[in-house]
């Protein structure tokens, strides 16, 4: 098993601000994955972030709007980039597969206005 | 890509079992079938995880026929806080991370 901190948890930004999540596992993990869950939707993953190269983004989002960082193999921190209403969302960190059983951190609630 | 189908809600009076039904018609043959919880305001639970005929866990059963084209997600005696989205998920192809719509289970006292 594994333990996520995600902070913050919830935060009101004005729109065309930034925003970083951060992400902390308390253990040491290769692949870390990043997802979005707007209101009442599933979950759709954003990207997947390894340590020492680049994340990996799925199609429909590009790393201008959402830089990822992955220092160690403990920690990510995920950018939502110049915010419109429209990022209005959970993000969620997790790690391991989902299809192989992921752990989730309690999301960080963000409201763009 | 083993897209799942979930009915998007159900209803279920406490103590009773609730089963709720997942296709995957384009399952890999390597591809397991895992079922996450999801509570408001919190990510997604590892619930259970099965390939073929049954899984009992502390927590539900999962049954998966022979062809392994859907599965059921059995809840033993609901109770009110077993209200929550249950999603299906069927990896397909390498690195396939997809959850489905879900099932909103809302339990009634």
């Known amino acids: 098993s594994a333990v996520i901190s995600q902070k913050p948890s919830r935060d009101i930004c004005q729109r065309g601000t930034s925003l970083t999540i951060q992400c902390q596992v308390d253990?040491?993990?290769?692949?870390m994955f990043w997802y979005r869950q707007q209101p009442g939707q599933s979950l759709t993953l954003i990207a997947t972030?390894?340590?020492?190269?680049?994340?990996?983004?799925e199609s429909g989002f590009v790393i201008d709007k959402f830089p990822i960082s992955r220092p160690n193999l403990t920690f990510s921190t995920l950018t939502v980039s110049n915010m419109s209403p429209e990022d209005s969302s959970i993000y969620l960190c997790s790690v391991g597969r989902p299809a192989e059983g992921a752990f989730f951190g309690q999301g960080t609630r963000l409201t763009v206005v | 890509l083993a897209k799942t189908t979930q009915p998007i809600s159900m209803d279920s009076y406490e103590g009773q079992e609730v089963n709720i039904t997942c296709s995957h018609n384009n399952i890999a043959t390597n591809d397991y079938i895992t079922w996450y919880q999801q509570f408001p305001s919190q990510g997604p639970r590892f619930i259970i995880q099965?390939?073929?005929t049954k899984v009992t866990n502390e927590v539900a059963s999962l049954f998966i026929p022979a062809d392994r084209k859907s599965s059921t997600l059995s809840l033993p005696r609901v109770s009110l806080s077993d209200t929550a989205v249950y999603y299906c998920?069927?990896?397909?192809?390498?690195?396939?991370?997809?959850f489905g719509t879900g099932t909103r289970l809302t339990v009634i006292p």
């Open positions: 099965g390939y073929k």
């Open positions: 253990s040491q993990v290769t692949m």
């Open positions: 998920l069927a990896k397909g192809g390498a690195n396939n991370l997809f």
């Open positions: 972030a390894n340590q020492g190269s680049e994340a990996t983004y």
